[in-house]
């Protein structure tokens, strides 16, 4: 429909927590044969909405083993899982080098991990997609290579709302990396 070649040549998958949606957004592959000549990359569609059946917790990042948090900030799918608990699952890589960064920092420890975009629905910090959504989004991933894929998780569309957080209460770094989303999420549109 968005008149996409396929497999496309990277993805954006935006989970956005307050929404309860994942947007799939693409960038469509160059016509050329050698890309390094390419003026300027396509701008990414959208795609795709799905419904996010389950996510635990709220607006806010995750900081700990067992908050049940869903992690907000800038992912990759790091594995794939087609012998999930969940039908199929994605392997977030949380945390990531910024979340261990601002944990050094701040001197904490067991920042849980295992998140994932699966099946089922039912999360402890993961997005439950359910069964038939989660096989069109595996078998995408899969085609277009993980390598090719950001995800990219916040606590509601910032291009367009505010999150419900008392930001007095979050660590100081927050702010900043709503401001990178924010921006990132403008763009996409």
């Not at 794939?80 to 050094?104: G, I």
């Not at 995408?140 to 993980?146: H, K």
């Not at 709503?178 to 999420?185: A, G, H, N, Q, S």
Request: charge should be negative; include cysteine.
């Amino acid at each position: 429909k968005q008149d996409l070649s396929y497999p496309p040549k990277h993805l954006y998958l935006v989970g956005l927590k307050a929404e309860k949606e994942l947007r799939v957004y693409a960038v469509a592959k160059s016509n050329r044969d050698d890309d390094s000549n390419e003026i300027a990359s396509s701008r990414p569609k959208l795609i795709h909405t799905y419904e996010i059946i389950a996510a635990s917790g709220e607006a806010g990042p995750k900081l700990k083993e067992g908050d049940w948090q869903v992690p907000e900030g800038f992912y990759k799918i790091d594995s794939f899982n087609p012998n999930s608990l969940y039908h199929l699952s994605l392997r977030v890589n949380y945390p990531n080098q910024e979340d261990k960064a601002h944990a050094e920092n701040e001197k904490r420890t067991k920042l849980g991990g295992d998140i994932m975009i699966h099946g089922s629905n039912a999360s402890v910090g993961c997005l439950a997609m359910g069964d038939d959504a989660i096989e069109e989004i595996y078998v995408l991933v899969s085609d277009v290579g993980r390598e090719n894929v950001d995800v990219i998780l916040a606590p509601c569309n910032l291009a367009k709302a505010k999150p419900k957080i008392k930001m007095d209460q979050q660590p100081k770094w927050l702010s900043t990396l709503y401001k990178r989303l924010t921006e990132v999420l403008s763009d996409l549109g």
